[in-house]
Structure formats: structure tokens, C-alpha cells
């Protein structure tokens, strides 16, 4: 791979691992601080919410605004804020500053999702974009383990306000690779003028695009099925292995490391392999809702790994395939725009699913919701099957 393609995803694996730090660093000090639970949850519910409202409003920006200028604003305004709050702890005391920090990096964090989203098929032309996808998302889910590990080993030498410096650093060191890959690399992208509003107008442009594509409404509705499957295996998997199970605390530490290595090989076998779309899709969502059904009927831990590996591992060769369609259908001009309210679409199920498992743990048991939630993603393929099938024949027959 050339030397400016690694800057482009060292730079991405820097600035995952830096968000990561901080959503690890938020819950834990707020828990420790208060020994409350709820204020914990609490928490990350104000510290993650904004990331998910955002992305609408961050894409629209990517169509409106160059987004690598927008990739750059969003490292080095995380950094900024990191300092920042540094400065207001050490004056007023309070971790709300670490709360309200983590709400405003996780906003600048969409933006710059959502930037590396629209410049990335145009400056990786001589690859097929499976294939980029599959290693951006090794950097991704690289940074994604190694951020809790690192901020854990980091609290055992300073507090959280010295973890947040070194989070800064990582922001300036994430936007120092960008810009070396800038500097060596000769990639122009086309602008286009676009409407003076970024808030409704993109908005009907996006549900326009989405309305009239029949591959965007089948990538939304497998989605919701595969983050209603997603959200409940992360949901219940502590109180499924540690709980029912009675394993260890270490047990439960060694599967999630294994969901990140299995994830990380099946990203390494699409980088190397061309596969077809259509068996991206049906592989990917038939290997999820089994590994549902998996971790909701199996009678011992053993058989709950192969379950949870399943969705966990599966879950990123899915998300290549739905980002592969939906940049073959939306146009250039409304990538961003539209690619921001499909990413929210997409997202909703899964703080839903969290929301069933603690109304209906109780009533039906933690194995009901996660059967329950399974039989509704495998009804969910069936009917996006079925609805394709016929259309197909419809098409055919006239």
C-alpha cells in the first residue's frame, strides 16, 4: 500500500482511538466519582445522543464545505475542547466539564466521520472501494478496542484530566498524518453549489433520494434489523455471560477481545477477496440473526461465544456491503446529505433494542428479548427478500 494511502488511515486509527479514550473515560470517572449507576447511564446517554442527531446536519456540511478542511476543523477542534475543559476543571472543579467535553468531541466526531465518508471514494481510485472500506474499518475497529485499554492502563499512572491532555495530543497527531497524506497526495475534489440552508432543504433532498431508491430503502431496512440484533447482544452480553453463565469478569474481557480479532480477520479476508454484493448482503445478515438465535437458545458459554462471534464479527462485513450501495446510488452533489440521515435511520434500533431489554427483561426473560429481537431481523430479511424477488418479476414479465 503507498505511503500516503497509510497516512489517510493511520491518521483515522489516531482519531478513533482518541474518541474511543474518551467514551471509556466518561461513564467510568462519573461512576467513581458518584457510585451511582443511573448517573453513569445518564452520562453516556447526554455524552452519546449528540452524535447521533448530528449526523444530518454534518453531512449536509460535507456537501456544502470542502471535507477535508471539515476533517481537518474536527481533529483540531476536539483538541482545543480537550485543553479547554482541562483549564475550566483546574479553575471551577466538577466533572461536568469532562461530560460536557465529551458531548461537543462527540459531535466534531460525526463531522468528521461523515467527511471521511464522502472524500473517501475519490482518493482511493486504484483500489476496488470494498476493499478500502475493509481496511478503514480495520483502522476503525483497531482504534475501537485498543481506546478502552489504553485509558484504563492511563488511569493507573495519572487522573482523568492528564488522560485528557494525552487524548488531545492524539487529536493533534491524527491531523498531523492527515495533513502528511494531503501533502503527498494530489487528490482534487469536485465541489458543487449547493442550497444557503443546511437544515431543512437537505433534509427533503435526502428523503427524496431515499423515497425513490429501491436499494436505499432495502439497505434501511436490513440495517434495522442488523442494529436491532447489534444492540441487544451489546445490551445483554455482560449480564448474559457473567450472569447466567456465572464466567469471570476475565472471561467476559477475553470474548470481547475475540469479537475485535475475529472482526479484524474477516476485514483482512474482504481486503484480499472480491466478492459479490449480493453475497456480502446474504452472508452478513444470514450469519447475524443465526448467531442471534445462537446466544438467545444456547444452554452454555461455550455455545453463546459462537453466537456472539457471529454477530459481532459479521456485523462489519454487513456494514461494507450496505456502505458499497450506497455509494454506487446516491449522487455525488448529495452524498453527505443523504448519507448523514440514512446513518441515523440506521442507528435508531439500536438504542431500542436497549430500551426493550430493560422493559421486557423482567416480563419475558433476557433470552426472550434477544429470541424475540432475532425472530424480528429474520422476518425483516424475509420480507426485503420477498418485496426484492418480486419486484425482479414485476420487472421481468413487462
Known amino acids: 500500500m503507498r505511503t500516503d494511502y497509510l497516512a489517510f488511515f493511520f491518521s483515522l486509527f489516531l482519531s478513533r482511538l482518541a474518541d474511543q479514550v474518551l467514551l471509556f473515560l466518561v461513564p467510568l470517572i462519573v461512576f467513581q466519582t458518584t457510585q451511582s449507576a443511573s448517573w453513569a447511564g445518564l452520562a453516556f446517554f447526554v455524552e452519546t445522543l449528540p452524535r447521533f442527531l ?49 458531548a461537543i468531541c462527540g459531535v466534531l466526531t460525526t463531522q468528521g466521520i461523515m467527511a471521511r465518508e464522502v472524500v473517501m471514494p475519490h482518493i482511493f481510485a486504484d483500489y476496488r472501494y470494498g476493499k478500502t472500506l475493509s481496511y478503514s474499518q480495520i483502522a476503525d475497529q483497531t482504534g475501537l478496542v485498543l481506546g478502552p485499554l489504553l485509558a484504563a492502563l492511563s488511569l493507573e499512572f495519572c487522573p482523568w484530566p492528564g488522560v485528557v491532555i494525552g487524548v488531545a495530543l492524539l487529536f493533534v497527531l491524527a491531523d498531523v498524518a492527515m495533513r502528511e497524506w494531503q501533502r503527498s497526495s494530489n487528490v482534487t475534489l469536485e465541489t458543487f453549489e449547493q442550497h444557503a440552508d443546511i437544515w431543512f432543504q437537505p433534509l427533503r433532498i435526502a428523503f427524496r433520494h431515499i423515497r425513490q431508491s429501491a436499494e436505499l430503502k432495502k439497505i434501511i431496512c436490513l440495517a434495522a434489523g442488523v442494529n436491532l440484533i447489534v444492540g441487544v447482544t451489546l445490551a445483554s452480553s455482560a449480564a448474559m455471560v457473567i450472569g447466567s453463565f456465572g464466567e469471570s469478569k476475565d472471561f467476559y474481557a477475553a470474548l470481547q477481545a475475540s469479537g475485535a480479532l475475529v472482526t479484524i480477520l474477516i476485514l483482512f479476508g474482504l481486503a484480499r477477496v472480491s466478492l459479490p454484493l449480493s453475497v456480502l448482503g446474504r452472508v452478513s445478515y444470514c450469519a447475524i440473526t443465526l448467531g442471534a438465535l445462537i446466544t438467545a437458545t444456547g444452554a452454555a458459554s461455550e455455545i453463546y461465544v459462537v453466537g456472539f462471534l457471529l454477530v459481532v464479527g459479521f456485523d462489519k462485513m454487513f456494514n461494507v456491503y450496505m456502505r458499497t450501495i450506497r455509494q454506487r446510488v446516491i449522487p455525488v452533489r448529495d452524498f453527505g446529505k443523504t448519507v448523514g440521515v440514512i446513518t441515523l435511520l440506521n442507528n435508531l434500533t439500536q438504542p431500542l433494542a436497549g430500551l426493550l431489554v430493560g422493559v421486557l427483561a423482567v416480563s419475558i426473560g433476557l433470552r426472550g428479548v434477544i429470541l424475540a429481537l432475532a425472530v424480528a431481523a429474520v422476518l425483516i430479511g424475509l420480507a426485503v427478500a420477498i418485496a426484492t424477488r418480486t419486484k425482479v418479476v414485476a420487472s421481468v414479465e413487462s
Open 54 to 102: 448530528a449526523f444530518p446536519i454534518c453531512g449536509a456540511l460535507c456537501d456544502k464545505f470542502a471535507p477535508i478542511r471539515l476533517l481537518h476543523i474536527s481533529q483540531m477542534y476536539r483538541a482545543v475542547v480537550c485543553m479547554v475543559a482541562v483549564v475550566l476543571y483546574g479553575v471551577f472543579g466538577g466533572i461536568y466539564w469532562l461530560v460536557l467535553l465529551s
